[in-house]
């Protein structure tokens, strides 16, 4: 069974940093994509970026150049460095791992909160 454990939000003001963490047990790791979503209040659940197996990346157009995946070695860690926070990023952000069959799973998420 796939369990995922964000960890790391919390609030930063404005133009300020935030490191996520996500560490994933229960699956094999290597061929899986991990990634980030986040949802704000009233709004659909958005992509932030993800981590290919093969060690692609993609990245939404909000999070291009001011957001930064990366994955420990072992494939099993996933890291969202998140920089110039705004308080439109303010939101649940959640990790999740798809798998090669096309199966997705989600961790519980964690608070961003961006406000002065």
């Known amino acids: 069974q796939v369990q995922l454990v964000e960890s790391g939000g919390g609030l930063v003001q404005p133009g300020g940093s935030l490191r996520l963490s996500c560490v994933a047990s229960g699956s ?13 209040p ?5 992509l ?10 993609k990245y939404a157009d909000f ?6 995946i990366s ?3 072992d494939r099993r860690t996933v890291y969202l460095q998140m920089n ?12 999740s791992l798809q798998n090669i069959y096309g199966a997705r799973f989600w961790g519980q998420g964690t608070q961003v909160t961006v406000s002065s």
Do not use: H, I, M
């Open 48 to 57: 932030v970026a993800t981590f290919a197996g093969g060690g692609d990346t």
């Open 84 to 95: 110039s926070l705004k308080p439109d990023d303010t939101a649940v952000y959640y990790c």
């Open 71 to 73: 994955r420990d070695s």
């Open 28 to 40: 094999a790791f290597r061929s899986n994509t991990l990634g980030w979503s986040r949802q704000a």
């Open 63 to 68: 999070a291009e150049g001011r957001f930064t």
């Open 42 to 46: 009233g709004k659909q659940r958005e």
